[in-house]
């Protein structure tokens, strides 16, 4: 893991409030999308990107989540005028594009505890758009990211804990201590 040069957070445990941070995390999708464009197209910027887009939305189920989410980004809402799937609560295709989401693919990156791409890319989805979960679960997802995207993975144990402490309205430097101290050490 390493600090941010913005914020000094773990990256991206920043994001939204740090730019930087809210860029690495849109990254992780964006990483995914330039593979797919290079395996199925030859090339990371083919011509047609949004009809590619607008494909793969199509058929989430048939692609991994990551080209899923960044496909969804480059398609703009016609109710909020926002990057599809990304926009406030209640506008109501944002919410359809939201549910989608998560019928796409999740395989695990070689040498990280299985479920780890299912707990990153949750993590991932609500730090890119947190309207409407409270602040303390949207706080619980941003300072996850460093530890999962690091090959860890909490035990059902030490997410239930960790869970516990934000029902108890732990602050941002007691969760961070668990969630980098304990999460994926120990039995
Ligand atoms: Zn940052
Ligand atoms: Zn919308």
Known sequence: MRRCGECGQWEPAGAHGCARCARLVDEIVEEGWRAFLEREFGAPEPPGERLIAEMVVDEPDRHVWRVVDAAYDRLTCPECGGRLSRGPAGCAPCDLANGFRYSAIEIDRPGVPPGNEHALRVNVAVTRRPYGISASEVLLRRLSLPALLDGRLPTVE?????????????????????????WGSGP
């Not at 030490?158 to 304990?182: C, H, N, P, R, Y």
Request: glycine share 12%; aromatic share 4%; hydrophobic share 50%.
């Open 158 to 182: 030490q997410a239930q804990a960790t869970k516990a402490l934000v029902g108890k309205g732990a602050s941002e430097a007691e969760l961070a201590a668990v969630i980098f101290g304990d």
